[in-house]
């Protein structure tokens, strides 16, 4: 019996001591991370506003004074340190005429201890501090500037403060923000329980632990979405509907940071950034793939938010950022935390929803009027102009009547049909945006002569529009229309060649890549028979006409419109595409790899897939892959060994060529 007492007892003390599961938490942490850079522009505005001037800790009289300049904050030793330099007198006028006294420049570097305050204010402490002559050595008569400095300087040093309560609270409303429904309470509750923990230093700077107390509970549901078969109508429509509003935060944050970002470097990534992050939902659209389950955006998000997060830190060490580094580095943080979060508890079920990526977008633009999710399809003149895009050309006169219906008589159009013998034209491809730039000779003309007969191009391109206008030609009118097409190709080129400043070494690749990416594309069509009604081509994945320029990738740069009924300004897009990857991608490749020609394979890799897959036809790929990089070049070599171009075929014939 005592026996079995003991063992009651203990099993009741047991049950007492053990909390209740409901009430257990887990601690996580959101890293709160202060870069260097910050850290130093921040610290140096501090202490010398007027960056032009010593700032005077110290002034009594013209021979008494504590002057300092030149204060940088470095991370050494896993430790922050504060240099400065330091201009030092202590003298007095003898017989009210001579100075008399000490006069000492050196300078002083102190070791730090970094810490939040109960206000979220980051402080530092002064650990230990070292005073240097000009020429690096210890002064002989350091106790009379050492007692100026900790006097004048230590105080004003740990006065210094860097306000952190407006990111932790930008976080914390962001956080919310992308909160679902259903675990809105536990998100908050643990937001609530928010403390800063203890500090770290490392080489980046300073991190600030976000503590958070997160209750135990099971995990949320995920949203289901078709893992295996690919969407039908209705579900591409919703996954679309889904997808505007963060291609919409994506030209929002890139043409708020592309205005602050005035280098090309940075540039050219924020372009190939959005232009990457579209190129990834055309396997999607194109029902070659389906979403993965869960969160729509989840993985669009992680993907896109690595390389953001390395442009700012990449623009922050090189001095970019100077206006306002606090909002980047509120920007910065806010997504870091909420992948953190979701890392560490996928059971409060985070998602990236429009309210979340709003918030997300206003803390780079506070002040902005407009909505950061707006979305429509028209042309983007800013957008086209942080990039250096010309101009839009002005559009052609409306056509006076529908699309005409096929005359009954007429035959199968033959650009319709592909022989066995050739391969189909690539329509999945979805072109890449070309940046025109500033203009350049076409050689042999001069830029007198060059400008004086462009505007006749144009009008020549009026005329040739004109005549294409809608036009599926029957096989014995593929002669006129493969000659129209040539000539508006080469037009084309030439003025791409003159506006870019081309390396005279690549004039001939690209015209040669011009007509030879249209064959393949589209087989140098614009328009394709539904029934007995004429309309633009257009592949599954929403790439348009003879260039096949992709409308989700182009977004903003081209008129949609005007890509699907005016064969000159599909054309053209299509030109000014190729030259942006030739000169951004292709040379690239083709200088690493010292072959001249493989400027024309990278380029057309680049167009036909995105900006990462340049490099694609080095390495093989998929068979499909292969298959259409090695078609390419057996077209591009065809040409440029004089041949000539069978629409019948969409192939080159090579005749006497060879």
């Not at 530092?124 to 210890?138: L, M």
């Not at 081309?502 to 328009?527: G, K, M, N």
Request: with cysteine.
């Amino acid at each position: 019996m005592m026996g079995r007492g003991l063992a009651l007892i203990c099993t009741m003390i047991c049950l007492l001591a053990a909390p209740a599961r409901a009430a257990a938490a887990d601690s996580i942490e959101l890293p709160l991370t202060l870069r260097t850079a910050l850290l130093q522009h921040s610290i140096a505005r501090y202490l010398n506003p007027q960056l032009d001037q010593p700032a005077v800790l110290y002034q009594e009289g013209p021979y008494r004074f504590l002057h300092s300049d030149q204060p940088r904050l470095s991370i050494r030793g896993g430790q922050p340190h504060f240099s400065s330099r330091i201009y030092a007198s202590l003298g007095f006028s003898l017989l009210g005429k001579w100075p008399v006294g000490l006069k000492w420049v050196g300078s002083i570097d102190m070791s730090l201890t970094p810490y939040v305050d109960e206000k979220w204010q980051l402080r530092y402490h002064i650990v230990d501090s070292i005073i240097y002559d000009k020429d690096g050595t210890k002064p002989m008569m350091s106790s009379l500037v050492w007692n100026l400095v900790k006097r004048y300087l230590h105080p004003r040093l740990e006065n210094f403060s860097l306000d952190l309560k407006p990111p932790q609270q930008e976080i914390i409303a962001f956080l919310k923000a992308c909160a679902s429904p259903d675990e809105i309470n536990q998100v908050e509750s643990a937001l609530r329980s928010m403390l800063a923990g203890r500090l770290r230093v490392d080489a980046n700077g300073i991190v600030v632990p976000l503590m958070l107390a997160v209750p135990d509970s099971a995990p949320a549901a995920e949203m289901a979405l078709p893992a295996e078969a690919p969407l039908d109508a209705v579900e591409m429509e919703n996954f679309q509907k889904v997808l505007e509003p963060w291609d919409a935060f994506m030209v929002f944050v890139i043409k708020s940071a592309g205005a602050d970002l005035v280098d090309t470097k940075m540039r050219e990534q924020l372009f190939d950034l959005l232009i990457s992050s579209r190129y990834q939902l055309l396997p999607i659209l194109s029902g070659e793939t389906t979403p993965e389950p869960g969160d729509p955006l989840r993985t669009l998000f992680v993907d896109a938010w690595h390389q953001l997060r390395v442009i700012i830190e990449e623009a922050e060490e090189r001095g970019l950022i100077q206006a306002q580094p606090l909002r980047y580095m509120t920007f910065v943080n806010a997504g870091d935390a909420l992948l953190a979060l979701d890392a560490a508890a996928p059971r409060l079920g985070m998602q990236i929803t429009t309210d979340g990526l709003r918030r997300l977008a206003r803390t780079l633009e506070p002040t902005a009027t407009t909505d950061p999710l707006y979305f429509d399809w028209e042309v983007d003149p800013a957008l086209r102009e942080l990039f250096h895009f010309a101009p839009e050309p002005a559009p052609e006169p409306v056509p006076e009547t529908a699309p005409e219906p096929l005359p009954e008589s007429a035959p199968e159009p033959a650009l319709e049909q592909t022989p066995a013998s050739a391969p189909e034209p690539v329509l999945e491809s979805a072109p890449e945006p070309v940046p025109e730039t500033a203009p350049q000779s076409l050689p042999p003309l001069s830029q007198l002569l060059w400008d004086f007969l462009l505007p006749m191009v144009y009008a020549d391109e009026v005329r040739i529009s004109r005549s294409l206008d809608r036009w599926i030609p029957r096989p014995e009118e593929l002669d006129a229309y493969r000659q129209q097409i040539g000539q508006l190709l080469q037009s084309a080129a030439d003025e791409e060649i003159k506006r870019s400043k081309l390396d005279p070494r690549y004039v001939e690749i690209f015209q040669h890549l011009v007509p030879a990416t249209a064959l393949i594309e589209s087989c140098w069509r614009q328009f394709v028979a539904e029934g007995d009604q004429v309309t633009f081509l257009r592949s599954p994945a929403g790439s348009i006409g003879l260039m096949q320029i992709n409308q989700h990738v182009w977004r903003g740069f081209y008129n949609l419109e005007r890509l699907r009924w005016e064969v000159p300004y599909n054309v053209r897009a299509g030109a000014q595409i190729l030259m942006l990857y030739l000169t951004q991608y292709g040379i690239t490749v083709a200088d690493k790899n010292h072959e001249i020609k493989y400027a024309a394979r990278a380029t057309y890799s680049a167009y036909n897939a995105g900006p990462r897959a340049a490099r694609r036809f080095l390495k093989g790929g998929s068979s499909r892959e292969k298959r259409i990089d090695d078609r390419f070049w057996t077209i591009y070599q065809g040409l440029e060994a004089g041949g000539t171009v069978d629409l019948s075929t969409c192939d080159i014939a090579m005749g006497e060529a060879l």
